[in-house]
């Protein structure tokens, strides 16, 4: 299968990478098109006020490679209509570093907007996440973005996992569907971790920027939120939490349904 990908954390991500490689050794054909530098949590952002750059990028990854100094959706917008030599069959945004679940990081996630760009193109849109605990995702960016090994070998298998359910998910969907999958991997994710569908629990993120600084400033402060979900609905932060895929369909086209 023909496969744009993207991402948020950048063209830099060994999470990125380990996808693309397990695509390759799966038979696929992936293009990537990846923003310079981090864009984590921006959402559906596009660079209104400025002229967006991109160019050819070598890191080994063994396929055709650019990067866009701009945002996840700059990045799909552009290769769709200026970089790849023909249109993909899907747009695959990840494996990003963290969770991407319940409706208070979906909505604003940069991963999960790169793949609802793909569908607002007409394509399968399909968004991938590792979840990390907490410590593990402070030592991953003390350590840069270099995963320790018991990481590297979790992320190794989700990417197996991704580059299985990812195509299969985008050769079921409808061309303009307006269906994004956003699919995310428990850590740890083993090889007989099993996929379930699940809806997005129901989190309020309140209190997300520090007090006034005697600057002027506040700084993000990262929580997970308050999850409000109804007892009884298999939300994808509880099959996270129980040691499953968590595999959740947006229907963008029952938006405002009566």
């Given at each position: 299968?023909?496969?744009?990908?993207?991402?948020?954390?950048?063209?830099?991500?060994?999470?990125?990478?380990?996808?693309?490689?397990?695509?390759?050794?799966?038979?696929?054909?992936?293009?990537?098109?990846?923003?310079?530098?981090?864009?984590?949590?921006?959402?559906?952002a596009?660079?209104?006020?400025?002229?967006?750059?991109?160019?050819?990028?070598?890191?080994?990854?063994?396929?055709?490679?650019?990067?866009?100094?701009?945002?996840?959706?700059?990045?799909?917008?552009?290769?769709?209509?200026?970089?790849?030599?023909?249109?993909?069959?899907?747009?695959?945004?990840?494996?990003?570093?963290?969770?991407?679940?319940?409706?208070?990081?979906?909505?604003?996630?940069?991963?999960?907007?790169?793949?609802?760009?793909?569908?607002?193109?007409?394509?399968?849109?399909?968004?991938?996440?590792?979840?990390?605990?907490?410590?593990?995702?402070?030592?991953?960016?003390?350590?840069?973005?270099?995963?320790?090994?018991?990481?590297?070998?979790?992320?190794?298998?989700?990417?197996?996992?991704?580059?299985?359910?990812?195509?299969?998910?985008?050769?079921?969907?409808?061309?303009?569907?307006?269906?994004?999958?956003?699919?995310?991997?428990?850590?740890?994710?083993?090889?007989?971790?099993?996929?379930?569908?699940?809806?997005?629990?129901?989190?309020?993120?309140?209190?997300?920027?520090?007090?006034q600084a005697?600057?002027?400033?506040?700084?993000?402060?990262?929580?997970?939120?308050?999850?409000?979900?109804?007892?009884?609905?298999?939300?994808?932060?509880?099959?996270?939490?129980?040691?499953?895929?968590?595999?959740?369909?947006?229907?963008?086209?029952?938006?405002?349904?009566?």
């Open positions: 299968m023909r496969l744009l990908v993207t991402n948020d954390d950048g063209i830099e991500s060994v999470f990125l990478h380990e996808l693309v490689r397990a695509l390759l050794a799966a038979g696929h054909e992936p293009h990537v098109v990846a923003p310079k530098a981090e864009q984590s949590w921006i959402g559906a596009k660079s209104r006020l400025r002229p967006v750059h991109s160019r050819r990028f070598e890191c080994g990854l063994g396929c055709p490679t650019w990067t866009v100094d701009g945002t996840p959706c700059d990045c799909v917008n552009i290769a769709i209509d200026h970089l790849l030599p023909c249109r993909p069959e899907a747009v695959l945004s990840g494996i990003n570093m963290g969770l991407n679940a319940s409706l208070g990081f979906i909505l604003g996630s940069g991963t999960v907007a790169g793949a609802c760009e793909g569908a607002l193109h007409g394509l399968p849109g399909i968004a991938l996440s590792q979840s990390l605990t907490i410590p593990a995702y402070e030592r991953l960016k003390l350590a840069g973005g270099e995963p320790e090994p018991e990481l590297r070998a979790v992320l190794r298998m989700s990417a197996a996992h991704a580059a299985r359910i990812a195509p299969a998910l985008a050769a079921e969907t409808p061309a303009q569907s307006f269906i994004v999958h956003n699919v995310n991997f428990p850590y740890p994710c083993g090889a007989d971790a099993q996929v379930r569908r699940t809806v997005p629990a129901r989190v309020m993120i309140p209190g997300l920027f520090s007090p005697e600057d002027g400033t506040h700084r993000l402060v990262f929580n997970l939120g308050e999850d409000l979900s109804p007892e009884g609905l298999l939300t994808d932060r509880a099959a996270l939490d129980a040691g499953f895929i968590s595999h959740t369909v947006l229907d963008f086209s029952k938006l405002g349904s009566i």
